[in-house]
Nanobody
Framework: QVEFVESGGGLVQPGGSLRLSCVASRSIFNGYGMGWYRQAPGKQREMVAKISSRGDITDYIDSVKGRFTISRDNDRNTVYLQMDNLKPEDTAVYFC????????????????WGRGTQVTVSS
């Protein structure tokens, strides 16, 4: 059973922008905090952004602060990640999921992972 479907990735030049989307079933979306995660080749998966269930609280890891914006549309069961001023080090497969806690940035999630969406930043 697919719980999250991510989309919006692609190849972009440094300094460019992408907007990622993640659609979830209503039963696992509404009332839950959400997070965006990424995994670069040869590296561990990391959480990059998180948002509360009502969308009023967001936070980011330092390396993306000021460049990434997480948001959600609870009517559409969708969480977004607007990525601006992209850098080569942002290259990774990006996933969404529901974290067990919104404290910190641990990769500890409630659901199975989707396929993710590939983001490649290169000139």
């Amino acid at each position: 059973q697919v719980e999250f479907v991510e989309s919006g990735g692609g190849l972009v030049q440094p300094g460019g922008s992408l907007r990622l989307s993640c659609v979830a079933s209503r039963s696992i979306f509404n009332g839950y905090g959400m997070g965006w995660y990424r995994q670069a080749p040869g590296k561990q998966r990391e959480m990059v952004a998180k948002i509360s269930s009502r969308g009023d609280i967001t936070d980011y890891i330092d390396s993306v602060k000021g460049r990434f914006t997480i948001s959600r549309d609870n009517d559409r069961n969708t969480v977004y990640l607007q990525m601006d001023n992209l850098k080569p080090e942002d290259t990774a497969v990006y996933f969404c999921n529901s974290p067990r806690s919104l404290v910190g940035f641990r990769v500890d999630v409630q659901r199975s992972w989707g396929r993710g969406t590939q983001v490649t930043v290169s000139s």
